[in-house]
């Protein structure tokens, strides 16, 4: 009987640490996520900012032109504190301004996914495994902290300002390692642009006094 009353409370607690979360563009959703997880986003096409806040939470707010364009992109997110699935779905949508705004840890791993739109992310630490196929990603922080970059755009442009290069054409591809850096960060895009931004860089080119 004991052993059984322990079965029980280990599997609840099973059930707690994995859940889901869902709702549409008109809401905003959070859940608990801890430092340092690993936060796997598979979107359908629009803008994203991926913004570090130093909460223990993920945190998803929307903007779109219209209501109802709103409520048609779906919210889902799965897993765990430590290991979490944000899927962005919805019908297609040619107007409206989508815009999702997810704010998460400052330490928290990033793979990400899109056909096409924006990835702005910015002064979140951790590893970052970014794909678009049409549009533009962008990476600025304050601590720029990498042992490994490989930034690649088919057709277009890799602005690596944080490394003073600029490459634009086709087949960029920018690589540099680090010994002393933390983490790995890898992006690719078809057609369209990559900038990195290191400590003090804003996106307009422009530097913090």
């Given at each position: ?8 409370v ?5 059930t707690?640490a994995w859940?889901?979360?869902?709702g549409?563009?008109?809401?905003t ?9 690993e936060l796997t986003i598979?979107?359908?096409?629009m ?10 939470q993920?945190?998803i707010?929307c ?7 709103a409520?048609r992109i ?9 290991q ?6 919805g019908?297609?949508?040619?107007s409206?301004?989508?815009q999702?705004?997810?704010?998460v ?6 793979v990400?996914?899109m056909?096409a739109?924006?990835?702005d992310i ?6 970052k495994?970014?794909?678009?196929n ?6 600025s ?7 490994a970059?490989?930034a ?8 690596a300002?944080a ?7 086709f ?14 960060l890898?992006?690719?895009v078809?057609?369209g642009?990559?900038?990195l931004?290191?400590p ?10």
């Amino acid at each position: 009987m004991k052993h059984l009353a322990l079965a029980l409370v280990f599997l609840a607690l099973s059930t707690a640490a994995w859940g889901q979360t869902e709702g549409n563009c008109s809401q905003t959703l959070s859940a608990p996520l801890n430092s340092g997880a690993e936060l796997t986003i598979d979107s359908r096409s629009m803008g994203l900012e991926i913004v570090a806040t130093d909460g223990l939470q993920i945190r998803i707010s929307c903007k779109a032109d219209e209501p109802d364009t709103a409520r048609r992109i779906h919210l889902k997110m799965t897993g765990n504190t430590s290991q979490m699935r944000l899927d962005i779905t919805g019908d297609s949508i040619h107007s409206g301004n989508q815009q999702v705004r997810i704010e998460v840890p400052r330490r928290t791993s990033l793979v990400v996914r899109m056909p096409a739109g924006q990835i702005d992310i910015d002064n979140v630490e951790g590893d970052k495994d970014c794909n678009l196929n049409a549009g533009q990603i962008t990476i600025s922080a304050h601590a720029w902290n990498y042992r490994a970059v490989d930034a690649t755009v088919e057709i277009g442009q890799v602005n690596a300002a944080a490394y003073k290069t600029d490459k634009s054409g086709f087949f960029n591809h920018f690589q540099r390692k680090n010994a002393g850096g933390e983490f790995a960060l890898r992006a690719h895009v078809m057609t369209g642009q990559i900038e990195l931004l290191g400590p003090k860089q804003r996106a307009n080119g422009t530097t913090e006094n």
